[in-house]
């Protein structure tokens, strides 16, 4: 059931970058000349333990594989699309290729920059709307895993009752909340199902507030739901704290959450992710830069590919033979047509 997610590690103009020269020098054995992969982090940037912190291990994989360099770039507080297209170019002036902008806030300052530099390949993650001969839509079928983790939340729970938080109020999250609800509704029609938005634009921090995620939590669990969803990033680790506190269930995203250090304290109480494989995403755009066939226009990952899945990771889950059941079950289904899910 597992989905094959490159392994998690984590480190990072906006406030800090780190920047590795790769150990050929040049062009490597393939003939690839460029100075290395360009990333430039979302709103939360790295040790989210789970979007960007994805990237980052796509990233990381590619530079070792490939023996080329790499820079990576840290969001600032409260910056404007301007700010991102001076990350950009900065990138694009300095010879990286390809060069990637981890989540949809950054398709204005692709959309420009690809413009300026038509050399260079770049990618988006999580966004379809740049459209150029030079750029990778590199976008995910978030509703599909997201089915797989109502088909888990509801036979898991005990009463019920079970939540979601999103984030921020937008079409992306939606697309979570949808394929959740009804992948709980496949298995209960009566499943009461808690449903909040931290925030109504990433700017708030809807994606970057522990505090508000455990707040929202609390909120779902004094409500009596005992088994909680988030896509929120960073603000999902307040979701898990909560969840941990109160003995109940939480199912992480994008990275196989039980497996994060940073969250090794609470991992008995991680049910299972709803797996977004955003570092593989990044390691094949760069492959395919590398190799001289660059990967353009709408690149998207679903449980067929490999693209999303569920992480099974806690023996927990593993030892709930009938939720695992109905988990497989449901992917195939998925995978075999018989089942669409919805994204709104």
């Known amino acids: 059931m597992t989905v094959a997610v490159v392994a998690l590690a984590a480190a990072g103009c906006g406030k800090s970058s780190t920047e590795s020269t790769g150990s050929s020098g040049g062009k490597n054995s393939s003939g690839y000349s460029g100075k290395g992969i360009g990333l430039a982090y979302d709103i939360g940037g790295k040790g989210d333990q789970s979007f960007n912190d994805a990237a980052f291990a796509g990233f990381e994989k590619a530079e070792k594989e490939f023996k080329i360099g790499g820079r990576d770039i840290e969001p600032q507080d409260g910056e404007s699309s301007a700010d991102k297209v001076q990350r950009l170019e900065q990138l694009a002036k300095a010879g990286y290729n390809p060069i990637i902008g981890v989540g949809f806030v950054y398709a204005p300052a692709v959309k420009e920059v690809a413009a300026k530099y038509p050399k260079i390949t770049f990618g988006i993650i999580d966004d379809d709307t740049v459209q150029a001969s030079n750029v990778a839509d590199l976008v ?8 797989l983790a109502g088909v888990a939340a509801a036979k898991a ?88 506190a109160h003995k109940v ?22 049910l299972g992710s709803a797996l977004k494989n955003v570092g593989g995403a990044v390691y094949d755009l760069t492959k395919s830069v590398v190799d001289g066939k660059p990967l353009t ?48």
């Open 140 to 147: 995910f079928h978030e509703e599909q895993s997201s089915y």
């Open 157 to 244: 729970t005990k009463k019920n009752h079970i939540g979601f938080i999103g984030g921020v109020d937008i079409p992306l999250i939606h697309k979570f909340g949808a394929g959740f609800a009804q992948g709980a509704k496949s298995v209960n029609p009566k499943i009461k199902i808690e449903s909040q938005y931290l925030t109504q634009t990433p700017q708030e921090g809807g994606f970057s507030s522990p505090d508000k995620g455990k707040d929202a939590a609390n909120g779902q669990i004094e409500a009596g739901a005992d088994v909680i969803y988030q896509a929120a990033g960073l603000s999902g680790q307040g979701v898990i704290q909560a969840a941990a």
């Open 249 to 270: 269930w939480a199912i992480g995203v994008d990275s196989d959450q039980y497996q994060q250090t940073a969250l090794a304290k609470y991992k008995d109480y991680i």
């Open 297 to 344: 226009g709408e690149q998207r990952g679903d449980l067929k590919s490999g693209g999303v899945g569920f992480a099974d990771s806690n023996p927990k889950y593993q030892a709930m033979k009938d939720v695992v059941a109905a988990v497989d079950k449901a992917k195939q289904d998925i995978i075999d047509g018989k089942v669409t899910v919805n994204t709104k």
